[in-house]
């Protein structure tokens, strides 16, 4: 796991790519006018609270938005980027992996419409998903294989 998890850095919030096998888990956002997004498929995570570290607020997001508890070793990559809200501000972005238990262990928030999985390919061609996060999937990606 990147240290800076762990930092104390000026950060907007975590987004985070569940995997589980081949897929990814998906949260279909409100369709809401007042929020950025609406009725777009995006991935779970969230503003930072107070002075988290990132890892506290992704831990703190995914227990709130899917009643999954992620312990740091299912992190298996993370990067910093702008933030996609403030251009002038970082915001962390992580891929973790959990099992096909946990998966089914999820007690959906009441923050977006649906989650489901979604192949890893769909994801990164699909119509209808914040491109931003497409990208930073894409990222991880280089050099791995994927099949659809």
């Not at 949260?27 to 997004?37: E, G, S």
Request: glycine share 8%.
């Amino acid at each position: 796991m990147d240290a800076y998890l762990k930092d104390q850095l000026d950060f907007t919030g975590v987004k985070v790519a569940l995997l589980v096998e081949k897929s990814i888990l998906v949260v279909l956002r409100d369709n809401k006018t007042d929020i950025p997004w609406p009725n777009m498929w995006e991935l779970p995570g969230g503003g930072r609270e107070g002075i988290e570290t990132p890892l506290e607020c992704l831990q703190r997001e995914v227990w709130e938005e899917l009643g999954l508890t992620l312990k740091e070793e299912s992190i298996i990559w993370s990067r910093i980027y702008p933030s996609i809200l403030d251009k002038d501000r970082l915001a962390v972005f992580v891929v973790a992996q959990i099992s096909q238990k946990q998966y089914q262990e999820i007690c959906f928030g009441d923050e977006g419409q649906e989650f489901k999985l979604m192949p890893i390919g769909d994801f990164i061609k699909a119509e209808g998903v914040i491109p931003q996060l497409q990208e930073r999937l894409k990222d991880y990606l280089v050099g791995k294989e994927i099949d659809n």
